[in-house]
């Protein structure tokens, strides 16, 4: 069973802060990884993709991928009280065409 | 402007009915998918299709049905076998591009309760 954990925080950081997120994944073969920012009640939508070993920087959001550790993070820098979300890991799996997801890391940005 | 809707927003849904869950697309996307999220918890796939009249089960496909017979829309159908239908449901489409070209992307959401 291929499978894509993350830590179900919450993870509370102050508002101007970095917050971190972490996400490790099972299938070694694995090419492509996303994250997705989703709201209470609300559907996921898409922050980053990434495929390539190293950072990746968009705004205030950077992934970064380590293959050979089979983690991808996503770091938000200058956090806001409204990233105060659920951020989903998702890794696509090379050998269908489903897309895997962890169970989400609730992040709380206190002003 | 393109994008994934789902209709409707909100369904309920009496003890021993069929419901059905619309979703279509205008993004061109040939892979179309439906996942269940209960509180709390992550994304579960149940059914997911690549091609029109063409689509596959996914973990937890039991008490559902969806169709292909068009690209653009792949409803969903939630059967009296299914036995704790209440959740959100999320459709969501991508591209077939293969390997790192390919990205997926979600419709609104429709939160079914059973009543």
């Known amino acids: 069973q291929k499978e894509v954990e993350q830590n179900s925080g919450p993870l509370s950081v102050p508002e101007g802060a970095i917050a971190s997120l972490n996400c490790t994944y099972s299938?070694?073969?694995?090419?492509?990884f996303f994250w997705y920012r989703q709201y209470s009640g609300k559907s996921p939508e898409l922050i980053m993709s990434?495929?390539?070993?190293g950072d990746k920087e968009d705004g205030r959001f950077t992934a970064q991928l380590n293959k050979a550790s089979q983690y991808v993070s996503l770091l938000i820098r200058d956090s806001q009280p409204s990233d105060s979300a659920t951020y989903l890991c998702?890794?696509?799996?090379?050998?269908?065409?489903?897309?895997?997801f962890g169970t989400g890391t609730r992040l709380k940005v206190l002003a | 402007d393109g994008g994934i809707t789902q209709s409707p927003k909100y369904l309920f849904r009496k003890e021993g009915q069929n419901v059905t869950l619309s979703c279509e697309q205008n993004?061109?996307?040939?892979?179309m998918y439906w996942y269940r999220q209960d509180p709390g918890q992550g994304l579960r796939l149940i059914y997911y299709?690549?091609?029109?009249?063409?689509?596959q089960k996914g973990d937890i496909a039991e008490g559902y049905s969806v169709s292909r017979e068009k690209k653009e829309s792949f409803p969903l159908t939630v059967t009296s076998a299914q036995k704790n239908p209440t959740a959100f449901y999320l459709c969501?489409?991508?591209?077939?591009?293969?390997?790192?070209?390919?990205?997926?992307?979600f419709g609104p959401g429709t939160r079914l309760t059973v009543l």
């Open positions: 969501a489409s991508s591209t077939l591009y293969g390997r790192h070209l390919d990205t997926q992307y």
């Open positions: 998702a890794v696509k799996d090379p050998g269908t065409y489903k897309y895997i």
């Open positions: 993004l061109n996307h040939d892979a």
């Open positions: 299709s690549q091609i029109v009249n063409d689509f």
């Open positions: 299938d070694r073969v694995s090419q492509s």
């Open positions: 990434i495929y390539s070993n």
